[in-house]
């Protein structure tokens, strides 16, 4: 890091979910130097998935203010006084977006280095999403596996892909697996969306409660993402919640909601269909398997997992077998207990502790840039793609050419009473909450 990296750091985070503040907040955590003063200021995109107090208090990462916004209050409150990193945390199309409101808005003034990338694992639409992120200085890959992907599809469409920066998740942490619990402990890491029919769902949830019946001595535990009402990054319409009313469970039986990492401080087997969970545990060398009874396809996302060593059915995990990963294909992935597998070596040579060395780099040259950076340039036009781009915009109430259209939601008209009162209490929640995080979490995010 150069010597004239400032001391003190101003870092926003746009996110749009739960999940997606997990990761922005952490990430500009990882980002800035240990040694800096940074104020972190959050921003959620007012929608669907807006998190709700609990899920603030669960994601559990500090930050100096955090409030609601619409995309042009947002926009608007960018051209005045930016900060120094800016972390978009948002799907494919909100990033493109806010790329286009943001050049708008700055023009070819100082701004601060723009930031994006993907929560976990990138199994769908990796062309789509990674074009919509097009324009970052920063598109962070979470894996050298990653990395080369996303080099490769930008070089493809010949798009400038200097901004694909290798990193790793910055949620992972936790102490190794070092032996079996009392009792033993199965959690199933459900998906909001994965499978997304009744069918496949009630399957994977009488499996588990079989799984359960089959092995009275051990825990098992349905691991929840959100609780009814509640949303998250993808929508969740079949809840296990509601999928669970009516059946005869077995006392050994539970559902859980909480931090993943606290949840895998308890476990013994991880079992999932390809949520990033898995590679949280895999992290900890706890043992992991990812599900092929309903296929290894694409739709579900456990195609990425292919030679993982992962791969199993509930009849093998009820006969006792235990998989194995495969210590080169963790390497790629950037997943290892203490940073380093035996046999391999997590982003590019590296160990987990130093993942974000060349991001932060990287930032500090833009930083120090002469003359400042140039206007934002996403591959994304209206004259490369006059039949795509202007409908992306328009979905976040921008024209064309990035700016607000007329009657665009902002900040110039004021939430009603009760949508003041659960606002307020939100807030409230939520810097209480803070002050009860776990202390490993607390020390994750100050890395």
């Not at 749009?16 to 240990?34: E, N, Q």
């Not at 456990?302 to 077998?321: I, P, R």
């Not at 930083?367 to 992306?392: D, F, M, V």
Request: proline fraction near 8%.
């Amino acid at each position: 890091m150069p010597a004239s990296t400032p001391k003190s750091l101003r870092v926003a985070v746009l996110a749009d979910s739960d999940t997606r503040w997990k990761w922005g907040a952490l990430t500009a955590r990882r980002l800035t130097p240990p040694a800096a003063e940074v104020r972190l200021d959050g921003y959620l995109l007012r929608g669907r998935a807006t998190p709700t107090a609990r899920q603030l208090e669960e994601v559990g990462v500090r930050a100096d203010s955090l409030r609601e916004v619409t995309g042009v209050e947002f926009l608007r409150e960018m051209g005045g006084a930016a900060p120094d990193v800016l972390v978009l945390a948002l799907v494919g199309g909100g990033v493109q977006a806010m790329l286009h409101g943001l050049r708008a808005a700055w023009g070819t003034g100082k701004r601060p280095v723009v930031v994006t990338g993907y929560v976990g694992v990138v199994y769908e639409k990796l062309t789509d999403g990674l074009l919509l992120r097009h324009g970052a200085d920063l598109v962070l890959a979470n894996s050298r596996h990653d990395a080369d992907r996303f080099r490769a599809v930008y070089e493809g469409v010949g798009a400038d892909a200097a901004a694909v920066t290798e990193v790793a998740l910055p949620f992972l942490g936790g102490a190794p697996y070092t032996g079996e619990h009392d009792p033993y402990t199965v959690v199933f890491a459900a998906q909001p969306s994965v499978p997304d029919n009744r069918r496949d769902r009630t399957y994977l949830l009488d499996r588990l409660i079989d799984h359960a019946r089959r092995h009275p001595e051990r825990e098992v535990l349905l691991k929840l993402r959100s609780k009814p009402g509640e949303h998250t990054t993808h929508i969740e319409e079949l809840p296990y919640q509601k999928l669970v009313q009516g059946k005869d469970l077995p006392a050994n039986f539970r559902l859980v909601y909480g931090h993943m990492g606290e949840v895998l401080d308890r476990t013994d087997l991880l079992v999932t269909v390809s949520s990033t969970a898995a590679l949280e545990a895999l992290h900890r060398r706890i043992p992991t398997a990812v599900l092929t009874d309903l296929g290894v396809r694409e739709v579900l996302g456990n195609h990425h997992f292919t030679g993982s060593g992962c791969l199993a059915s509930w009849d093998q995990l009820d006969a006792g077998h235990r998989p194995v990963p495969d210590e080169e294909w963790v390497a790629r992935q950037g997943v290892a207990a203490g940073g380093t597998p035996s046999g391999g070596t997590p982003s590019g040579g590296g160990s987990y502790a130093t993942a974000f060395d060349a991001a932060r780099e990287r930032i500090a040259k833009l930083l120090e840039r002469p003359g400042g950076l140039p206007p934002l340039a996403p591959y994304y036009t209206p004259e490369t793609a006059p039949g795509y781009l202007p409908g992306i915009l328009a979905r976040h109430h921008l024209g064309p050419d990035g700016v607000p259209l007329p009657g665009a939601p902002a900040a110039d008209k004021s939430p009603g009473p009760v949508r003041q009162i659960v606002r307020r209490a939100a807030r409230g929640a939520y810097r209480h909450g803070v002050q009860r995080v776990a202390p490993v979490i607390r020390r994750m995010g100050e890395l």
